[in-house]
């Protein structure tokens, strides 16, 4: 199994350009918001039935989602498990706030998917190199932690 620190190391050489860099350190958590506030907008009443008045708007599919991606942070960092579980439970607020919204979940979250794709293609486009899943799908979750990464070392937390 790769280190976070091997998984970090290969997902930078596609990432040296600042540009891109900074684009990726906008649309990296707005993609992972908006796929949270998507998979929230699929039907789940079936996930609701047991659950407390208190709990059901955060109890959908985008949770399984970060349950399931908890374990993988868990298995990398404990330290970088803790930021990721910190910016799903906001992922989850601002979801729950989005339900409000006259605008429909899933189209308000597709908007968001759909324009951070775009912008990370383009500073890939800028890099001049692929992004870094084409070779490994694995680094979907990766770029993340990445950010995560730099913010831990702006900081002097470890990871």
Known sequence: MKSIQNWFDEYAVSHQNPQNKLIHFICVPAIFFSIIALLASIPH???NSWASEGLKP????????IVFGLLFYLRLSIPLFIGI???SALCLYFTK????????????SLSIFVVAWIGQFFGHKIEGAKPSFFQDLQFLLIGP???LGFIYRKFGLKY
């Open 45 to 47: 009443d079936f996930l």
């Open 58 to 65: 955060y109890l959908h599919f985008g949770t399984v989602l």
């Open 85 to 87: 579980a910190l910016f």
């Open 97 to 108: 706030l989005l339900m409000l919204s006259s605008i429909p979940l899933w189209q308000s």
């Open 145 to 147: 932690a990445w950010i």
